[in-house]
């Protein structure tokens, strides 16, 4: 399967974009409906980007392994 490298950057970017929602989210939570409120807001955000990031890094495991292609022909440029 060829993968496009470019999706890495895509994962990481979106798992950096939802840190910052879920603090942001967290922040106005806590200002406006207490601190045991904005932990349940924050939560699920804060799993997302760590899911993201871990589907980027198995997504790199797996290309460094072998199993999936990343693109890129042997002397480094995109196919």
């Known amino acids: 399967?060829?993968?496009?490298?470019?999706?890495?950057?895509?994962?990481?970017l979106g798992?950096?974009?939802?840190?910052?929602?879920?603090?942001t989210a967290r922040g106005l939570?806590?200002?406006a409906f207490g601190s045991e409120t904005?932990?349940?807001?924050?939560a699920?955000?804060?799993i997302l980007a760590?899911?993201?990031a871990a589907l980027a890094f198995v997504l790199a495991v797996l290309v460094?392994?072998?199993?999936l292609d990343d693109g890129y022909e042997?002397?480094?440029?995109a196919s």
């Open 1 to 12: 399967m060829k993968l496009d490298p470019i999706i890495f950057v895509k994962l990481m």
């Open 15 to 23: 798992a950096f974009g939802m840190v910052i929602v879920a603090f």
């Open 29 to 31: 939570s806590t200002v």
């Open 38 to 42: 904005a932990q349940v807001v924050a």
């Open 44 to 46: 699920p955000l804060f």
């Open 50 to 52: 760590v899911l993201l």
């Open 64 to 67: 460094k392994v072998g199993i």
């Open 74 to 77: 042997n002397d480094g440029t």
